[in-house]
């Protein structure tokens, strides 16, 4: 098992910045792909940005392509979300996972075994 603790998230104005941390523990694996998704009131979860330990591959979505930054640190079992000029819209609550199900694609929610319990990010306008 794994488990995925994330913090970080709060209460910002709109164009500022916040950054998540997700910490990892348990059966971790450097063949893991961890990933950040979001779920607004009323939708569905979305991918936000994913990164592969071995590869140290990026991947993210469109709409925060420019703003947000996913990094990790090995050392620490832990990843980061980077998120700069932040927009209303990012108000969401953030979810850390983590998987190896290579089959589906990174923004895949089904590319993921784990995920955390989730942090809310409010962005005032």
């Known amino acids: 098992q794994v488990q995925l603790v994330e913090s970080g998230g709060g209460l910002v104005q709109a164009g500022g910045s916040l950054r998540l941390s997700c910490a990892a523990s348990?059966?971790?694996?450097?063949?893991?792909?961890m990933g950040w998704f979001r779920q607004a009131p009323g939708k569905e979860r979305e991918f936000v940005a994913a990164?592969?330990?071995?590869?140290?591959?990026?991947y993210y979505a469109d709409s925060v392509k420019g703003r947000f930054t996913i990094s990790g640190d090995n050392a620490k079992s832990t990843v980061y979300l980077q998120m700069n000029s932040l927009k209303p819209e990012d108000t969401a609550v953030y979810y850390c996972a983590a998987g190896s199900r290579f089959s589906f694609m990174s923004y895949d929610n089904r590319a993921y075994n784990y995920w955390g319990q989730g942090t809310q990010v409010t962005v005032s306008s």
């Open positions: 348990g059966r971790t694996s450097r063949s893991f792909r």
């Open positions: 990164i592969t330990w071995s590869a140290a591959s990026t």
